[in-house]
Each structure stands twice: as C-alpha cells, then as structure tokens.
C-alpha cells in the first residue's frame, strides 16, 4: 500500500512539474551561480560552490527529495583530465505539505563540488549543466541552467562566503556506521561521542525509498553512540550500504555511512521538549500530578483504604503522625520501586512504560488474590492483625501506602503525564526523584493529616461508627476484585481468571472455617489454595484478550497504519487505551463510544484509530514517548493535512464531535 501511494505521489508530482504553465516559461524561481575561491593549480582539488537562492515562499531539494521532488542532477562539461567529484549538501529542513514529507531548503543554501585538476590547469572555461526542480507550497517548476565556472577576484568577502560554506557541510566522522534490516523498521547505530549534544535529531537517509518518510523517528543514546529506529519505506530490496546526514537540529548535524552489522537495543531515548525542562518545574509537576492522582476515576477503588486510615488518624497526635509517616513511605517506595523497575527494563531493551506490572497477567492475578482477602477482611469475614486494614499500627499503615501506590498509579492524569514522559529523558536518578514526588504528591493529603492536628480535628471522632463504615467500605473493594477479575480474564483467559479468583476466595473460605471450629474444612481450604497458586503461571492465555466492540469502528493502531491513514487526506483520530486504565475507560463512555460523536466522523470522513496496551505493544511504547507521555489515556487529533495535536486526558462529552465538525 505504501509503495502504491509513493508511486502515485511521483507521478502526480511529475504530471505537475511538465504540465505547469509557469513550468513552460522557465522563470527563475530561483537562481544559481558556479563559483570557486581560487584559480585552478595542476594536480590540486579546487573547491567550487553551487550557489542557490531561491525566491520567497520556494525551496529547493536535498540529494533525495523524500516522498515527492527530484533531486538535482549535474552533467558536466570539464576539461580533460578534470574529474567532479561527489557534491556536498548542507543539513536540510522536513517540510511536509498535503501529508507529503520533503527534505528541502527554504533559504539560500550552497552545494559544495570539490574538482580534481588534472594536468591542463589553464584548458577551455569549465560547465556543468544543472537540473534542479524549485517548489512552492503549490506549485514547483524544473529548471535547467548551464554554469561556466566563474573565478571572481579573490577577498574577504569571497573567503568568508566559502568559509560560510564549509561550516554549513556537516562533517563526515571517520568511524562507521552500522545497519540492520527487520520486517518492519531500518536500525542504525552511528558512533558520536556522549559529550556531543542533540537537540531535535532527524536521519535523513540518501538511499531512496528505504525508510518511511513520514513516519515517526526514535532515538536513543547508548554510550558513545547513537541508535536510530525508522519504519521501512516501499524498498523492499535492502541495499548493501547506507549514508546520510543525522541532524542535530539548527542546521547541525553529521554525516555518515554505514555497513550491514548488529545494532544494539537498549539505551537513554533522546528528544522531547520536557526533558530540557528545569528539574524543578519536573518536581512539581510529578508532585501535583500525584496530588490530582487522589481525584482521579481509577484511584476511586481504593478509597476504602484512604478512608480507614483517616479515620484511625484522630484517636491520638502519636499515632496519627506515624499513621501519616508509615503511609507516605510506603508510597513513596512502591512508586520509587515501580519506577525502577521501569527504567531497569528499558535500559535492557525492552519497551515498557508506565503501570507495566498491570500489563503481566500474574501481577494481575495476585492483585485480585489481594483485594479478594482485603474485601472479606472489611466485611469481617475474618480478621488477621497484620493485614494492611486491620491492625492501627505502623506496618498497617506502611502496607496500605505499597498497596495504594501500586493500584492508584496505572492511569496518568494532568502534570504527572508530562513529568513521567520527561522521567524516560532525563538521567535515572533525576528520574527517581520524580517518581518519589509522584508518591509524594498521592500521600501528601494523609501525611498532612498526620502531621496538622488541626486538620484531624475537622475529622469524625472515633468510634462504633467506624465497624460499620469499614464493612461498607467493603463494597467498593469488591468492586475493585470483581473488576480485577474482568481484567484477568482480558489477560489470561477464561482458566487463569477462575484460578486467581479461587485462589482469593479458598483463604477466605479456610480463615473463616478456623474461626467458626472447623479445622478439618479450614486445612483443606488451605491445601487447595496452594494447588491453585503452584498451578497459577501454567494457566495463562496467551492468546487471550478479546477485541472490544466500539461504534467507531476503529482501525487497529500500527505506524503503517497510522501513515496510510494521514497520507489519505482525511482528518484521523487515534486513542490509546487499556482494560486497566479506568480515566481510559470513563473517557470512551463520555466522550467516545457516542452516537453523536460517530454520526460526527461519518459526516467529516474521520479515521478512527485505536491502540489498545493492554497488554503491552513496543510499537506503542514508542508512539506515546514520541508525545512525551509515558502511559495511558493519549488522545491525538489529525487534521486533514497537518500534523497531530494532543488532547487533553480528560474529554468532555463534545470535544471530539466539535472537533470532526470544524
């Protein structure tokens, strides 16, 4: 499909350039002269300059055009003996027009052509015929133009425009590159030192056809080198060798040339406008987005727990202030551990982000285990003292702030999207300490109730009220299981969601057996729980997880997809979800799964297309860090035309609808 497009855009292309009127009066819509700095010396290179100044609102094409152009093509008339050799090109510009993706230059730019003089230095007046193609964001034109190499007299002013020149040439590091071909994307490590700086990095390849032009680019820094990851092109056949130019971004950059070799995984991802942000304006983002965390529709499952604990807070100024200090570290450390782990895993090479525990069946499946004991303890079927809801003590308090981190933490709200984003950017330890401010923020209310009396004072007092409150508190976390048990069931399938529900409820059964005097009944509760927790890992699915109906109808998220979607000229509206993420969940219920909102798509020939990361997808991965989010809810709008613009995580019923109808 891609390739069909590519052929249609270059013959549209050259249909345009020859059919033009403005083509057949071969204006110059833009000029260019053949210069060198010096007269020719026998046995010498001589640098000469191709210079090009294109009119305002026109530009010009690199050695490789992108989707659609032609590059520009010399045929010389030298001396005997004189030999060109290859032309040098400065950094280009992407510009993209209709979903077109061009390398081009829309200032003067200049093509240095370094010439070997043979043995005749003063033989007949050097030419070369030019054939370049000059656009607008309408129209382009060919033009021809036949150079005599002109030898103007020497100056400052000639030397500073040839050492201009040369500056603009990215140079051409001395170690190679290497390259590896998969089904669905080019690789390339380039060698470049980790003192070198990259601002806004972009490959541009000079091998025609071998990479996706429109197509997102991901970059890591691995060491003294840098990775780079690019979605095939319509180029089926993979060349020998590859060059280019890697762009640092203001007209920086390298070039290069590489063999076939092994690419490493693994490394720091580069790009992303937060990560150049001021650590402390990353602090308080993580900070408040953990605090906003508390409000957020997925933290509501365990309200239960955070009610308790304010709750027990008032019987006295000791206990409350361990009550609040317990808490905070326990989330603070599950945070800081999840974090970690997460880093742990990229740096490693796999494609991971944030709450990607909840994407592993059996983290799924002890949670469920978890919140069955915990929503029978609340209901008083069985009391234990070192169960998180339980006992008052520290340790209580201490469990309740892990469990509460590792449940509330799977959706990302406003300031803690971007804070996380930045945290796969930045160096791992800043990156830790803005996942303890994200833990920070989610305890903050508790730890002040610990530590103010006279916010606790605003608290009920304790008492008999409390033994009821906590066995309604029972329902919401009954709730939580049975949800956990869909989402076990989205993961592992039908056998591995009956086992983890039967492993909660077999300790249940026997606790409750122990308290009444059945030992008999208790023991064999107990051994049957330990069957199903031996049997737990072989019960997984993993084939599991069935395909959500919607009323949009949405194409399945690939980047070919994503492409073909934007390179067909209609608006496109992709959401990336999960059947964990409860903001995911309330979002498609309000603003999504809509009959106005899909009566809205039909009338404006919307794309709708949906990535689901249930149970996680590196192709995804990569999609969110190139937003710079490192988890789910993400809401990209594509205007017919234009690049994409990221929506807010939480959508209001019309947004979408307005949106198609403007």
């Not at 992108?66 to 030999?83: H, R, S, V, Y």
């Not at 603070?332 to 551990?337: F, G, H, N, R, Y």
């Not at 469920?368 to 339980?390: D, H, M, Y």
């Not at 927790?533 to 194409?555: G, H, K, N, Q, W």
């Amino acid at each position: 499909m891609q390739a069909s497009l590519s052929i249609v855009r270059y013959l549209l292309a050259i249909a345009l350039l020859w059919a033009s009127p403005l083509a057949a009066q071969q204006d110059s819509y833009m000029t260019v002269d053949w210069v060198t700095e010096s007269a020719p010396q026998q046995g010498e290179t001589l640098t000469t300059a191709l210079r090009f100044s294109p009119r305002e609102g026109w530009h010009g094409y690199w050695s490789n055009p992108g989707e659609a152009g032609l590059g520009m093509e010399l045929d010389w008339q030298l001396p005997a003996g004189w030999e060109a050799g290859d032309p040098q090109y400065p950094v280009p510009s992407v510009l993209s027009y209709f979903g077109i993706a061009n390398h081009a230059y829309k200032d003067d730019y200049t093509v240095l052509v370094p010439i070997e003089i043979g043995s005749q230095a003063d033989a007949a007046p050097a030419q070369v015929t030019a054939r370049y193609l000059v656009c607008s964001d309408t129209l382009c034109v060919p033009q021809e133009a036949t150079l005599t190499l002109r030898y103007p007299q020497a100056g400052a002013a000639l030397r500073s425009s040839f050492d201009e020149a040369r500056a603009a040439i990215p140079p051409l590091i001395d170690s190679e590159a290497r390259f590896a071909f998969t089904p669905q994307s080019l690789r390339v490590t380039i060698p470049l030192p980790e003192t070198v700086a990259i601002g806004d990095p972009h490959l541009f390849i000079e091998q025609s056809g071998v990479v996706d032009y429109n197509a997102p680019q991901h970059f890591w820094r691995n060491g003294d080198s840098v990775i780079v990851e690019i979605p095939r092109g319509f180029e089926r056949e993979e060349p020998g060798r590859i060059a280019g130019i890697l762009s640092f971004g203001d007209g920086e950059g390298i070039r290069f040339a590489g063999a076939p070799g092994d690419v490493p995984v693994g490394g720091t991802p580069l790009g992303g406008a937060m990560a150049d942000s001021p650590l402390i304006l990353l602090l308080s983002g993580a900070l408040l987005g953990g605090l906003l965390l508390n409000l957020m529709p997925c933290v509501f499952p365990i309200l239960s727990l955070k009610a308790l604990t304010l709750a027990r807070a008032g019987a006295s100024e000791s206990s409350a202030r361990r009550e609040g200090l317990a808490y905070t570290a326990g989330v603070v450390l599950a945070c800081v551990a999840l974090g970690a782990a997460m880093l742990a895993l990229r740096a490693a090479g796999e494609q991971v982000g944030w709450a990607f525990q909840l994407q592993q069946p059996l983290v799924v499946g002890a949670l469920l285990v978890l919140a069955t004991l915990i929503t029978a303890n609340l209901a008083g079927l069985f009391e234990l003292p070192n169960l998180p809801i339980r006992s008052a003590g520290k340790s209580s308090a201490f469990a309740t702030g892990l469990l509460a981190a590792v449940v509330a933490t799977p959706c990302t709200g406003p300031f803690m999207a971007a804070a996380l984003g930045a945290a796969l950017l930045v160096p791992a330890e800043q990156a830790l300490l803005l996942f303890a401010a994200l833990g920070l923020g989610l305890a903050l209310p508790f730890l002040l109730l610990g530590l103010i009396p006279a916010l606790r004072s605003r608290l009920p007092q304790p008492g008999s009220w409390m033994e009821s409150f906590r066995r309604w508190m029972a329902v919401p976390m009954g709730l939580t299981a049975l949800a956990l048990v869909w989402l076990a069931w989205r993961l592992g399938g039908t056998h591995f969601a009956f086992t983890a529900l039967a492993l909660g409820l077999l300790p249940v059964v026997a606790l409750t057996a122990f308290r009444r005097g059945s030992r008999t009944v208790g023991w064999i509760g107990l051994a049957a729980a330990l069957y199903f927790a031996a049997s737990l890992p072989f019960r997984v699915d993993e084939t599991a997880s069935a395909t959500t109906e919607s009323v949009l109808d949405p194409i399945a998220y690939s980047e070919q997809t994503l492409a073909d979607a934007r390179a067909s000229g209609a608006p496109v509206f992709v959401w990336f979800t999960a059947d964990w993420c409860v903001t995911c969940k309330v979002n498609e219920q309000v603003a999504i799964e809509r009959e106005a909102t899909r009566a809205a798509f039909e009338e404006a020939g919307v794309v709708a297309m949906r990535g689901d990361w249930t149970r996680g997808d590196p192709a995804i991965t990569r999609y969110l860090e190139q937003w710079g989010v490192a988890g789910v809810p993400l809401y990209v709008w594509y205007p017919a035309g234009s690049e994409g613009e990221q929506l807010p995580q939480v959508l209001t019923p019309d947004r979408l609808r307005e949106l198609a109808e403007s």
